[in-house]
């Protein structure tokens, strides 16, 4: 079974960064654009970034643009999220999913999810 495992979160001062870690199994981690979203209590789970199979391509959402940065080691199957001048608002688990197909800034878009890391970013 596919397994994806989040790690990194825990409780940051607000202005502080984090760097999260994605590690996943059986896949063809190469071939699989990888994303990132977060629900914080009371919403629904949205989009932050995603990255392609190779690397090459990026996205991210309005909300962490500038401040987010996306990465893959596909030797460690592993994917990283590392987030800069963290906020408040920025409180949310995050989980990191994997598709077989296309790198997808939508939840519909992937096949396989991660139980995700608390961040906690104080004031």
Do not use: H
Not at 15 to 20: A, E, M, N, T, Y
Not at 25 to 47: C, D, V
Not at 94 to 102: E, G, K, T
């Amino acid at each position: 079974q596919v397994q994806l495992v989040e790690s990194g979160g825990g409780l940051v001062q607000a202005g502080g960064s984090l760097r999260l870690s994605c590690a996943a199994s059986e896949l063809t981690f190469s071939s699989n654009g990888m994303g990132w979203f977060r629900q914080a209590p009371g919403k629904g789970r949205e989009f932050v970034g995603a990255v392609s199979g190779s690397g090459g391509a990026t996205y991210y959402a309005s909300s962490v643009k500038g401040r987010a940065t996306i990465s893959r080691d596909n030797a460690k199957n592993t994917v990283y999220l590392q987030v800069e001048s963290l906020k408040p608002e920025d409180t949310a688990v995050y989980y990191c999913a994997a598709s077989l197909y296309r790198t997808s800034t939508m939840i519909s878009g992937y096949d396989y999810w991660g139980q995700g890391t608390q961040v906690t970013v104080s004031s």
